[in-house]
């Protein structure tokens, strides 16, 4: 059983261009959380999905974040417009329940942004 | 407002003994309780999960507690060893206050194992 994917591990961007990151949960998962790690931060939640559904996404910032998880296919989180201080590493956790159950973490995307 | 604090930041230890990390929460309504471990510019892995029902779990050399009343977890490393070192990440999942299943973390604490 594969771990928690996440597609591309690095990825550069210069000021103004779209980012898009990749999450494949883990087998059976179906519910997908999103978390930012700005650098000498801690780990902040951003937002949490289920199948075609957005649970909570009180983390994520108002303005050119988008977050969804279709029926077919990974989780993408979106970020539109990139600015410097969008540069952080990004991870995707995934379990197979809500309140009880351990949360898996994939190896992060790191965003650098130019 | 919900917060995870973890005390000390860094810690520097030499090979074999015994040491605590201590993690403190505002809220003592909680789900569950996690201990992970990062690595440098690699991902989070998990290391212990307590539910709220529960005093402590134990893997291998790691025990984590729970008191939920005092709003602390501890995690107990016992004959620490060099590759232990890496920063030790504490997040609980509380139970009230709109959020749904996410966790809130603490900044960690960086623990190296001088051989």
């Known amino acids: 059983n594969a771990g928690v994917m996440q597609n591309p591990r690095h990825l550069v961007r210069r000021r103004g261009q779209e980012a898009r990151l990749r999450c494949s949960p883990m087998?059976?998962?179906?519910?997908v959380y999103w978390y930012r790690q700005l650098p000498e931060e801690g780990l902040k939640f951003m937002v949490y999905l289920q199948k075609e559904n957005i649970i909570d996404e009180s983390g994520m910032p108002k303005e050119r974040f988008s977050a969804e998880f279709p029926k077919e296919g990974p989780s993408i989180l979106r970020i539109q417009q990139v600015v410097r201080g969008d540069s952080a590493a990004y991870f995707c956790a995934s379990s197979p329940l809500t309140a009880e159950g351990t949360q898996y973490f994939g190896p992060g995307t790191r965003l650098l942004v130019l | 407002k919900q917060e995870v604090t973890q005390i000390p930041a860094a810690l520097s230890v030499p090979e074999g003994e015994n040491l605590v990390l201590n993690c403190s929460f505002t809220?003592?309504?909680?789900?569950?309780l996690q201990w992970f471990r990062q690595d440098p510019g690699k991902g989070l892995t998990s290391l212990l999960l307590i539910q709220s029902s529960q005093r402590e779990q134990t893997s291998g050399r790691l025990n984590a507690s729970l008191d939920k009343s005092s709003g602390r977890s501890t995690l107990y490393i016992a004959a620490s060893q060099p590759g232990d070192s890496a920063t030790y990440l504490c997040a609980v999942r509380f139970g009230r206050g709109g959020s749904q299943g996410n966790l809130i973390f603490g900044k960690g604490t960086k623990l190296s194992v001088k051989p």
């Open positions: 809220d003592s309504a909680i789900y569950n």
């Open positions: 087998k059976g998962h179906s519910h």
